[in-house]
Structures are given as structure tokens and as C-alpha cells.
């Protein structure tokens, strides 16, 4: 059970209402990363400490597809014209986690779970849990 890091990271912690908070995290996603409701996944709290947490929900920012946007195009049959979310400056996806265990390493690869005491990071990365025997 590696510790998380920015190798592979399929998003980052981003602060807002509600995140993060003891319960929860949400993340942005980096273009192209997909998660599935009920996936697994971590972000570290210190260097020795990480929270493990299952996708609940996730939501589209678009601000291109507004009900009045979608409207207008419609009425006036015009197609959108806006790069994708590769390369957009606002269109993301946003994540939410439910925090359900923390995860301390005691040494090496050694490691132990406990019921989460921590809150994730802003700024922090998110990444999918490998689960690693032996």
C-alpha cells in the first residue's frame, strides 16, 4: 500500500462549501482521469499519514451549457464553439469523497488503519489506492 504522490494523481483536493472537511473531500480531476462511483482512492495528510476515501457523486462544470446557452443555440441553430475540456480553462469535473478510514505508516511498508482523524488537504493531491499484498 504505497504511500499517494503526485505520480499518477488523477486530481487535486480543492477547497469550497464543503471540502474538505472531516467527512468529506472533493477534487478537480485532471483532464482525461475517470472515476467511477465506489472507487477507492487516497491523499496524504503528512508524509506518513494518508486517507482513504470512496467516490460518492461527481458533477460537470460546463459554463458553456447552461439552460439560457443551450437555448439560444437551439433557437437559433448554431453549433457550440468552445475548446474541450483538454483544453479549457473552465470546464473541469469536480468529485466528492466520503472519508472512510486513515491510513498511518509505522515503518517501511508496514502500515495501519485507523478510523479517520484527520481532514485531507487543499492542494493535495488524489489518487487511485493500489492495494499491495504481502
Known amino acids: 500500500m504505497p504511500m ?3 505520480e499518477n494523481a488523477i486530481g487535486t483536493v480543492i477547497s469550497d462549501e464543503t471540502s474538505p472537511s ?3 473531500f472533493r ?3 485532471k483532464h ?3 472515476v467511477t462511483p465506489g472507487s477507492l482512492l487516497a491523499t496524504p495528510v503528512s508524509k506518513d499519514i494518508f486517507l482513504v476515501g470512496r467516490v460518492t457523486s461527481s458533477h460537470e462544470f460546463n459554463p458553456h ?3 439560457g446557452k443551450v437555448t ?3 433557437t437559433m441553430e448554431l453549433s457550440p464553439d468552445y475548446p474541450g475540456e483538454d483544453l479549457s480553462l473552465t470546464i473541469h469535473r469536480r468529485y466528492q469523497v466520503e472519508v472512510v478510514s486513515e491510513v498511518r505508516r509505522i515503518e517501511g511498508q508496514k502500515f495501519e488503519v ?15 489506492m493500489e492495494m499491495v499484498n504481502g
Open 65 to 67: 451549457e447552461t439552460s
Open 27 to 29: 477534487f478537480k480531476a
Open 114 to 128: 485507523y478510523p479517520p482523524e484527520k481532514m485531507a488537504k487543499s492542494g493535495s493531491v488524489s489518487k487511485r
Open 32 to 34: 482525461g482521469k475517470y
Open 72 to 74: 439560444i443555440r437551439d
Open 4 to 6: 499517494p504522490n503526485k
Open 22 to 24: 472531516f467527512d468529506v
